[in-house]
């Protein structure tokens, strides 16, 4: 039996652009021909709002699955894609506890700010805590909202550095794009393919394909070991 891979946005913090990642790397993901599906756990639904302002059929389902029961529920869902991406909710609950269980890689999406910084602490504290008990687990910071050229642009990475967890070696910058893209419910990817924008998108999908293809030897690992 194929196991779909999960990544999931998460961070407790509002207005890091969980759902803007979310939608723009599934996008990528499908683009490159894998099965992707969607999961909107956000009880304020961003993405399944995204996708209903599309025009043209989506290029990947989205299933709205707000429930701290969702580590439980993912395997009946996911049984025909090779992605499973996850669009957290903002907040530091049972659900998000049920999707780090249901992850195989957490995304953390960071913005370069010291707030964003500081705040970031709960949600690595619950992941770290999660970890004792999910080995395999794969967790990452994603900069997020980057001001190009500027020096808290720059002193993020230095700032998160101070935490346990990987900054991804590619990050994405403040563009109008991305508003741009989102109102017509598609992604950077489709409206502008050669963009700077659509080059960050990919990038980013490119690193966390290179991370997943070390977490995906982990959770083998796991497998065979649990088989014995």
Same mark, same amino acid.
Request: glycine fraction near 4%.
């Given at each position: 039996?194929?196991?779909? !891979?999960?990544? #999931? !946005?998460?961070?407790?913090?509002?207005?890091?652009?969980?759902?803007?990642?979310?939608?723009?790397?599934?996008?990528?993901?499908?683009?490159?021909?894998?099965?992707?599906?969607?999961?909107?756990?956000?009880?304020?639904?961003?993405?399944?709002?995204?996708?209903?302002?599309?025009?043209?059929?989506?290029? !990947? &389902? /989205?299933?709205?699955?707000?429930?701290?029961?969702?580590?439980?529920?993912?395997?009946?869902?996911?049984?025909?894609?090779?992605?499973? *991406?996850?669009?957290?909710?903002?907040?530091?609950?049972?659900?998000?506890?049920?999707?780090?269980?249901?992850?195989?890689? /957490?995304?953390?999406?960071?913005? &370069?700010?010291?707030?964003? $910084?500081?705040?970031?602490?709960?949600? $690595?504290?619950?992941?770290?805590?999660?970890?004792?008990?999910?080995?395999?687990?794969?967790? #990452? !910071?994603? *900069?997020?909202?980057?001001?190009?050229?500027?020096? /808290?642009?720059?002193? $993020?990475?230095?700032?998160?550095?101070?935490?346990?967890? &990987?900054?991804?070696?590619?990050? *994405? #910058?403040?563009?109008?794009?991305?508003?741009?893209?989102?109102?017509?419910?598609?992604?950077?990817?489709? $409206?502008?393919?050669?963009?700077?924008?659509?080059?960050?998108?990919?990038?980013?999908?490119?690193?966390?394909?290179?991370?997943?293809?070390?977490?995906?030897?982990?959770?083998?690992?796991?497998?065979?070991?649990? #088989?014995?």
């Amino acid at each position: 039996m194929a196991f779909a !891979f999960v990544i #999931a !946005f998460l961070n407790q913090k509002g207005g890091v652009g969980k759902t803007t990642l979310s939608c723009n790397v599934a996008t990528a993901l499908a683009l490159s021909e894998a099965r992707v599906l969607l999961i909107d756990a956000d009880p304020q639904h961003g993405a399944l709002t995204w996708q209903e302002h599309r025009a043209t059929p989506p290029l !990947f &389902p /989205i299933v709205g699955l707000p429930t701290d029961k969702l580590h439980r529920e993912i395997p009946t869902h996911a049984a025909h894609y090779d992605y499973v *991406v996850i669009d957290a909710p903002p907040q530091v609950n049972t659900i998000a506890r049920s999707i780090i269980l249901a992850s195989d890689l /957490i995304l953390i999406p960071v913005q &370069p700010s010291p707030h964003d $910084v500081w705040s970031a602490k709960a949600i $690595v504290d619950l992941v770290t805590e999660a970890s004792t008990f999910k080995e395999s687990l794969k967790t #990452a !910071f994603v *900069v997020n909202r980057k001001i190009t050229n500027t020096a /808290i642009g720059r002193d $993020v990475f230095t700032a998160l550095g101070n935490y346990p967890f &990987p900054i991804l070696p590619a990050s *994405v #910058a403040q563009r109008v794009a991305f508003a741009e893209s989102a109102a017509l419910g598609q992604s950077v990817l489709e $409206v502008d393919p050669t963009g700077a924008a659509a080059q960050e998108i990919r990038t980013v999908t490119h690193a966390l394909l290179e991370m997943m293809t070390h977490a995906e030897k982990d959770r083998t690992g796991h497998r065979h070991e649990a #088989a014995r």
